[in-house]
């Protein structure tokens, strides 16, 4: 979860109340985050927040669990005979860059497409516009964040 943090309070018993703006679309909802020992444990609607006041969707309010699966990818996995096997970083992305390459070279840069996010920030759907057109030299770009 990308968050804001606008304010926080700490309790005597360790636990901190954060204030912060919800990142799942552009509405801007206010959250308020329950963190416990560096985890959180609650997310509920901030009354204070001008643009939701309390209110918050169900991706606000339980989207934040997906973190702490144990089905979620901890490192990255590459494709050998068949099966996907832990690799390095610099393995990874020297794959998927000699493989970009390659299909840059073999069918051309509108071979490419991008797709971006209403999840992400204004400065990584600018960064996901600025890969596309300066890396891939494609202008297929498009993203689900307009109305």
């Given at each position: 979860?990308?968050?804001?943090?606008?304010?926080?309070?700490?309790?005597?018993?360790?636990?901190?109340?954060?204030?912060?703006?919800?990142?799942?679309?552009?509405?801007?909802?206010?959250?308020?985050?329950?963190?416990?020992?560096?985890?959180?444990?609650?997310?509920?609607?901030?009354?204070?927040?001008?643009?939701?006041?309390?209110?918050?969707?169900?991706?606000?309010?339980?989207?934040?669990?997906?973190?702490?699966s144990d089905r979620r990818l901890t490192q990255p996995l590459i494709r050998k005979d068949g099966e996907l096997v832990p690799s390095s970083w610099e393995?990874?992305?020297?794959?998927?860059?000699?493989?970009?390459?390659?299909?840059?070279?073999?069918?051309?840069?509108?071979?490419?497409?991008?797709?971006?996010?209403?999840?992400?920030?204004?400065?990584?759907?600018?960064?996901?516009?600025?890969?596309?057109?300066?890396?891939?030299?494609?202008?297929?770009?498009?993203?689900?964040?307009?109305?």
């Amino acid at each position: 979860m990308t968050t804001t943090i606008s304010r926080e309070a700490e309790q005597s018993n360790g636990t901190r109340e954060v204030a912060t703006v919800c990142s799942f679309c552009g509405v801007g909802c206010g959250l308020s985050v329950t963190v416990e020992d560096g985890v959180i444990s609650k997310v509920k609607g901030d009354k204070a927040a001008p643009s939701s006041k309390g209110e918050a969707c169900i991706k606000g309010l339980q989207g934040w669990r997906y973190m702490y699966s144990d089905r979620r990818l901890t490192q990255p996995l590459i494709r050998k005979d068949g099966e996907l096997v832990p690799s390095s970083w610099e393995e990874a992305l020297d794959l998927v860059s000699s493989r970009l390459s390659e299909i840059k070279d073999e069918s051309g840069p509108d071979s490419f497409g991008v797709f971006s996010s209403s999840r992400s920030t204004n400065e990584l759907n600018y960064l996901a516009s600025k890969f596309a057109r300066s890396v891939l030299g494609t202008n297929n770009i498009d993203s689900c964040n307009r109305a």
